[in-house]
């Protein structure tokens, strides 16, 4: 039976520093917003709080950008530090466009500029924020320290927003999950007619991920995670890297 | 303020034939579910309903298929007079796999076997549906009708699910919106620190088409709609067709 779904807005998070105990900070603030953990639900977290949580930041006056950094960032028109940094955690540049840089990170993702940003970080345009250095891992940290605190039967996402192709406008999507199975094979469910479906698998922790960014907004740090409720998953653990599509089955790179 | 979103699935719609008045069932599955429609719902409705009360059904015995369908057909391993309704959707042929057609729709959605599926059809294999002429205004003849009847200002997606490069597992996707923006646009807002946000677009309709997608699961006629409440969107309204990126400003085409 499919019931209702929610999601609720977590708020008054304090502004996240290296160092923090981001499951803390998140259960005090579930806490004040009169929420208890359940099983089954889901705790969306923004990408950039646990960057923050984690140190991930660079200040780019430490950053010599190399020769190639150099070249690369005259012909797209970006700070050649900057542009170093995003080098330094992609494994390959696929496409270049004024101002962006199309990478595939070391983690696998392919998006905007390996996820390096300005914005929301330290309030000092001199220092970057990066990816979590293994999200999944950062989802399961999370996951194991509010178990802890609940004892529910949580899962727990990171997500940010990805362009794409084809469509425009960024939507949410999970670079970190645990207790969560990353994709939902429907192979072998029936239809209402008792066929077999032809949609094969489908793509949970995007879905979800998108459905908390509907709240979180841009603003991720007014909303920086989202409690997901009443959304039927299964707890097969693969983490977000499973969702990465191998490059041989890939048709489109 | 950000407040909490429910997605309420509307369930108890008969099943959708040719010819049936879509507002007028889910106006009755609306109230049999006790809910009445309010300023800002948006009512999220699955692609395979829509196309069903649109008469968009193709019986594959009427079907001649040309001989470039039964080359492609061969190619592909699937049924040829299926290849031929396919293409009949079709503007281009991007990629293709064993048992898949990656196309260009008349729409200009880029998606698997243009959206042409078997699957809670009829009850019949030998059926098949096509998605909406025109999404955008079977989305906007809905909500007129629900907008009489209830006298709310409500937004309609229509949605489907699409597989995407980079990653597994389909996710829903708008393919026609009427009373909401498709893309909500950042550019010029500040961040908590008073700067500027660099991500600039938000894929607002498809943030909502994956949401309700959890909610509808792949059964999509036992949930064909998605009431969802407490998004704040911007109402000016150029369709779901606005998402469409123009293939002279997409990297990966």
Request: contains cysteine; hydrophobic residues 50%.
């Amino acid at each position: 039976m499919t019931t209702r779904v929610v999601l609720h807005p977590i708020r008054g998070l304090p502004l996240v520093r290296p160092g923090d105990d981001l499951a803390e900070l998140l259960a005090a603030s579930l806490a004040a917003d009169d929420l208890s953990l359940a099983d089954g639900d889901v705790l969306v977290v923004a990408q950039k709080v646990v960057s923050k949580a984690e140190g991930r930041l660079v200040r780019l006056a430490d950053v010599t950008p190399s020769a190639a950094a150099v070249d690369l960032a005259a012909r797209v028109g970006k700070d050649p530090r900057l542009v170093e940094v995003i080098l330094g955690e992609s494994r390959a540049v696929l496409r270049t466009v004024p101002g962006v840089l199309i990478v595939e990170t070391r983690l696998g993702f392919i998006c905007a500029n390996a996820g390096v940003d300005h914005s929301n970080v330290a309030g000092d345009e001199e220092w970057v924020a990066l990816l979590p250095a293994d999200p999944d891992a950062s989802a399961a940290t999370v996951r194991a320290a509010l178990r802890r605190r609940s004892g529910a039967e949580v899962a727990v996402l990171i997500n940010d927003s990805h362009g794409r192709p084809w469509r425009e406008g960024a939507v949410g999507v999970a670079i970190g999950a645990a207790g969560i199975a990353a994709v939902a094979d429907l192979r072998g469910r029936l239809d209402l007619y008792g066929r077999p479906l032809r949609a094969t698998t489908v793509g949970t922790i995007d879905e979800l991920a998108a459905a908390a960014s509907l709240v979180m907004g841009q603003a991720d740090e007014a909303v920086p995670a989202v409690l997901v409720r009443g959304v039927a998953f299964a707890t097969d653990d693969g983490g977000a890297r499973a969702v990465q599509r191998a490059a041989g089955r890939d048709l489109f790179r």
